[in-house]
Structure formats: C-alpha cells, structure tokens
C-alpha cells in the first residue's frame, strides 16, 4: 500500500489543439482537440501497476483551457479493448463536458453511446462565464466502472474578469481528488456495496495517493474537484486557518466567502484562496478530510495532501499573490434570480425503491425513460421560464449530489433555511444530505431539447437514479438536436 506524503505533487499536461479555425456562421474562433480512449498503466501503488482507462491514456485525462467565446470541438476516439478488462462489461461510453451548456446531442446523454473502434466529434460553445469545467464517461450503466478507471479530467473557460482577479499559471492549480481500492496485483478493485457507492482506501489527487506539493509564500488559487464515483469530502487545513470560496460550479460568486471547511459532493467543483504567506519557509501544511456522514472511513482517508512551503522568491510585480478581491461577479444571470420570477414549482425526491431495488428520482428511472423510447420527462419546461424545484431525500442512509444538466442553478434554501455561505454561487450539482431538503432556481435555455437530472453518486445513477427534461419541445414532435439520432458516432478509419 501506498503511505501518505511519500510522492510529489503533479498536474496533468495541458492538451493543445491540434488545429485553429473559423466559425465561418459567425466568425468566432475554433480550437479542434482530440483525445483517445484507451487502456493504459498508472504507477500508484510502490511496487506495482495498475491497469487503467484514460483519456490518451493517462489519469487523470489532459486538461483543456479555452478562452470564453473561443468554440471547440473534442473528436473523442474510442481505442477501449472490447470489453471492460476486469468488470466485462462492453466498453461503450458517452462524452459529458459537465458544466457546459451543450446542445443535446453533444451532451455526454448516457444511452448516447460509442462503441469501440468508433469516434464521435463533439462541438463545445463555451459562450459561459469562466468556470471550472470537467469531462468525464456517462455511458448508461456503467458509468461508475469507466470513471473509476480514469476516464475523468479537467477542462477550464477562461475570460478577463477571472484572470484579472484571480492567481493565473503555476499559482492555478487543479486538484482532482478521487479515492480507490486496490486488489493483490495492483488493479483497482471494485465493490460498490450493492448499488450503493465505492468508498476507496487510498485518496488519489490527480492520480497520486497523498502527494506533496512545494508552494512559495503566498496566494494560490485551487480548482477542487471531487471526481470520486461516491465519496464525499470535506476539506479543511491542518491549522485550522481560514480560506477564501471565490467560485463554485459556475463559476466566480458575487463575492468571496470565508470558510474553514467545507462539504463537497461528487462532481461539485469548489475554487478557494490559500494564502501560504503566512506559514514559514520549511512548515508543512496539510488538505486534510473531516468526512461527513454516511461515508465509509479508513485509516488515511482524514489526509488528501501536503503543501511544503519553500524559499523561492515571489513575483511581487503580481498582485495576486497577497491579494483577496473583495468584489467578483456581482450581476451573473443566474444569481440574480428571485423567487417572484418563479413560474413553474416542482418537486423531486430522491430514494430507493424496495421492491426493485433501484434508485429512483422524481419517481422514476431511467428503465423507464429507456422503455418510453426516451419520450417519458419529468418536466416540460418553456424556454426561457423560470422555475423553482425542491429535491428532498428522505432516505437515512445516503446522501445525494444531484446533478441538473444544461443549466446553472441559484441554491434558496437547505431545510427552509439559507444555503451554505459557500453555496452562494452560480450551481449545477447541489448536495442533498440525509433527510434534506434543498429548493434552486433557473433560467432555462438556450438550447431546445432533453437533458439529464441524476444523482452523482454514480453506481446510483448506473442502477438507475436517473430521469430528463425537456425545454420547448413537445413531445413526439420532431427534434433536430435529439440525442440519440442528431450526431451519431463514426468509424474510426485511424
């Protein structure tokens, strides 16, 4: 087993395009990637490989930075073996660039599938506010396995608000945190409790168990993403000094939040301050996670990394690098909403069925969307409309990350009372704990068409917590994004 703090820190590279181009449509600019799935080896553990599945076949996948109105398109081959080399399973898998707000068909739709040997090209408008963004595999059913196994990375919207506020470069850094189990030969294990979530001994951060990173003494800024297919986290320093929330999943908050600690479900991403001038040259200081409830705990699972600060000089020409801003984005769209725009309340409950043993959401699963030809919805939602839900989970013994695709979301209330200091920002995956209730608002748009709600506690999503919506689009009327048939998958003559 590998111990804690005895590997260093490392990001992975900063995949570039391989071509620039015109939208000749309305001459924005187009940066066109491409990443190949396929099968690969990672160095975790002291003395043994571990068989992985990544993007270009590394864990986690390349990151991709795009400047805000700067399109691209992501050609995603898949060079996966046939089948899953230790679940079976075939390795069919969906691209979700979650965070973005996708036509449908390039919306990682889980029954949305391609099979090995294939490739699909998907298009990305990035037109959103600076965010911290992720790709990851959401093919129906076995998204849990193909996760686990490293089909998740990184990818940011950059725009001058952000940059001009916040530490750029070296001093932005990601932290993908994820946990595994491992078998005797080094390969993950995987036991998802019936259905009800993998909780790892080893705590990975950017496929490293515990590194250690050297930071010189002053701010940095840390894009957090919990990657992890059922863990929850909650983060806090070894000294129990503050730091500073400035965005959420959407991207910058109205203004910054002070926090010691913080709760955070699988697929949120949280970016916080930590200002490590005022440490001295030599002190370690460590990410630590006080958990929450209903995890499953293990010996090093309160660790996540270690920070060493070091001696090197500091830019001061930078003025990031002592200072907060006290103003980020006041006027984002999303949290300027308000309840007396409200035109639509519904409500969502999140549990397990006894009898079928599967988990349901809005009272139903995707079983079910799948037998309807995928017609049945939740929600017939108008475009532009403005409506409020309420999630509630009643279940004791599980908590829930929901995600709502295609759309920010603005968090009212926890328990009619306010939401976490930290959660006052632009959402698309709120944390519904047990025996909570949550209510959100958003706008919907710009797209026509279905998307997704699921829970991101991903063997629940897999077995089958998941349902859709449909905004300005009738049903049985003929869709020209739908998912299934609007952009199909190629063979790949590579």
């Known amino acids: 087993m590998p111990r804690p703090y005895r590997a260093a820190f490392i990001q992975p590279p900063v995949l570039r395009p391989y071509s620039v181009g015109i939208d000749p449509a309305d001459g924005a600019k187009v940066e ?5 799935q396929m099968a690969g080896t990672a160095k975790i553990l002291p003395r043994l490989s571990t068989p992985i599945l990544g993007y270009n076949g590394i864990f986690p996948g390349p990151t991709i930075e795009v400047e805000r109105g700067t399109k691209t ?68 059913h076995y998204t849990a396995q193909n996760a686990y196994s490293g089909l998740a990375a990184q990818y940011r919207i950059h725009d001058p608000q952000e940059r001009g ?25 995987y036991d998802d409790n019936t259905h009800s979530g993998l909780w790892g001994d080893v705590i990975l951060v950017n496929g490293v168990p515990w590194p250690v990173m050297k930071v010189k003494r002053r701010i940095y800024r840390f894009r957090v993403l919990n990657a992890s297919i059922s863990r929850s986290l909650r983060l806090a320093l070894s000294t129990n000094d503050a730091m500073t929330m400035v965005a959420t999943d959407g991207g910058l908050m109205p203004a910054p939040v002070t926090v010691t600690s913080w709760r955070h479900g699988g697929a949120e991403r949280y970016e916080v301050l930590i200002d490590f001038s005022k440490y001295k040259v030599g002190q370690r200081v460590e990410l630590r996670n006080l958990s929450n409830k209903n995890n499953v705990d293990y010996d090093n699972t309160n660790k996540v990394m270690a920070f060493d600060v070091v001696s090197d000089p500091v830019d001061k020409s930078d003025t990031t690098w002592n200072t907060v801003p006290t103003v980020l984005a006041p006027n984002t769209d999303v949290m300027g909403l308000t309840k007396g725009m409200v035109e639509q309340k519904r409500y969502m409950r999140v549990a397990r069925d006894d009898k079928t043993n599967l988990w349901t959401i809005g009272g139903s699963s995707w079983a079910e969307v799948i037998a309807s030809g995928y017609q049945k919805v939740f929600a017939q939602v108008a475009m532009d409309s403005v409506e409020e839900w309420e999630i509630e989970n009643k279940s004791g013994g599980w908590f829930h990350p929901v995600h709502i695709h295609l759309v920010d979301f603005k968090i009212i209330s926890r328990n009619g009372k306010a939401p976490m200091p930290y959660e006052a920002g632009p959402k698309d995956v709120v944390y519904v704990g047990e025996g909570e209730k949550v209510k959100v608002l958003m706008r919907f748009g710009p797209h026509k068409g279905r998307y997704m709600v699921h829970c991101h506690n991903l063997p629940h999503e897999d077995h089958d917590m998941m349902t859709q919506f449909r905004v300005a689009l009738n049903a049985n009327e003929v869709d020209e994004h739908d998912p299934m048939t609007a952009a199909r998958p190629e063979w790949d003559n590579d």
């Not at 066109?32 to 190949?36: A, E, K, L, P, S």
């Not at 506020?165 to 294990?189: C, R, S, Y």
């Open 32 to 36: 066109n990637y491409v990443v190949t």
């Open 73 to 140: 398109t992501l050609t995603v081959k898949n060079k996966l073996p046939a089948t899953h080399p230790t679940h079976g399973h075939v390795l069919a898998t969906s691209t979700h660039l979650h965070g973005s707000a996708s036509l449908p068909q390039y919306d990682g739709y889980a029954s949305d599938v391609t099979m090995p040997g294939f490739q699909k090209k998907y298009y990305f408008p990035n037109f959103q506010p600076a965010r911290t963004l992720w790709y990851h595999d959401h093919g129906v």
């Open 165 to 189: 506020l916040l530490p750029q470069g070296e001093f932005d850094v990601g932290l993908t945190i994820t946990d595994a189990m491992f078998a005797a030969n080094g390969a993950m294990g």
